[in-house]
């Protein structure tokens, strides 16, 4: 367990790698986010039968949460592997 000292430096040395990563980041961000974006269209349209603009906002609102939070997963896990090699 981190004591609140620790948590602190941790949040401080994770922020600096995000700022020094930040275009890779947003790059991979963006691609995945499309990606995303395709499946859950698709499976919405295709699989659940909804129709083409319910298909479309929940494909945009399903990517948005999926991206953002395998990315901040995959982020914390770099920069944790990283932090202890």
């Known amino acids: 367990m981190l004591n609140l000292m620790e948590q602190k430096g941790f949040f401080k040395d994770f922020a600096k790698y995000n ?5 890779k980041l947003l790059l991979i961000t963006l691609i995945m986010l499309y990606l995303t974006f ?13 129709s083409i603009e319910s298909s479309w906002l929940f494909g945009i609102i399903s990517a948005l949460i999926s991206t953002v939070v395998i990315i901040f997963i995959f982020d914390v896990a770099w920069f944790t592997y990283k932090k202890r090699k």
């Open 38 to 50: 395709l499946i859950t269209y698709n499976h919405f349209r295709n699989n659940m039968n909804y």
């Open 19 to 23: 700022r020094k990563i930040l275009k």
